[in-house]
């Protein structure tokens, strides 16, 4: 296996491995965090859901910065789009418990694990229509938003930062959808690159928020 060439896809790589080590982090603050709300299945979820979000990106950095054979590409990706579907299915779940509580979460879990498994799955036997797992995500990044925002008004400590969190990550999805966008600042960043650092900044701010959130 040799690096790949072109420079936008080694900024690519760069830029996934610090999603990558941002998500690692964030599930080991967590765990070290002295939970006082939210119940104790809160903080399991969310690391679920970072940890999954870490992994992906570690694959990302893999895929996009690894000269590979086409086969062994294609399952890198596979696993990619699984971890971000169940990272996306336990993201929800986490943002009912903090809405509704724990008891609804729990009794939701298979229920939205099973959604976003068929969004996968659908992925895998219509390769071309990915756009619809994106949909599934933007609504559950516009669920999330909508939820914090409330919570934020209602003064719910660490909401805000998690609203915040949110609305970054949605950006950084409108980022990586316009594929014609790219800059050079030292590196040369492409579409993805760009989405990797603002996705990366907004997952710093929902850490944060979870963090502020968890010690009451």
Avoid at 156 to 163: D, I, L, Q, R, S
Wanted: aromatic share 10%.
């Amino acid at each position: 296996m040799k690096l790949v060439k072109d420079p936008a896809e080694q900024t690519t790589a760069v830029t996934d491995i610090i999603l990558a080590l941002v998500a690692c982090g964030g599930v080991l603050l967590l765990q070290w965090s002295p939970l006082k709300t939210g119940g104790p299945w809160r903080i399991p979820v969310w690391s679920g859901a970072i940890g999954l979000i870490g992994l992906a990106a570690a694959l990302g950095a893999v895929a996009h910065g690894l000269t590979l054979k086409p086969n062994h590409h294609n399952r890198i990706w596979q696993v990619l789009n699984l971890a971000l579907s169940l990272a996306v299915s336990l993201f929800v779940v986490g943002v009912m418990n903090d809405l509704w509580g724990t008891e609804l979460s729990q009794k939701a879990l298979p229920l939205v694990l099973l959604t976003g498994l068929g969004f996968y799955l659908t992925t895998l036997l219509y390769p071309g229509i990915f756009f619809v797992f994106i949909v599934y995500a933007v609504l559950a990044l516009a669920l999330a938003f909508g939820a914090y925002l409330f919570l934020a008004v209602k003064g719910v400590p660490g909401a805000a930062f998690m609203a915040g969190g949110v609305l970054l990550s949605i950006l950084a999805a409108g980022l990586q959808a316009r594929k014609s966008i790219a800059f050079i600042l030292i590196w040369k960043f492409d579409h993805n690159g760009i989405y990797h650092m603002v996705h990366t900044l907004g997952l710093l701010l929902l850490i944060a928020g979870l963090w502020i959130s968890s010690i009451g």
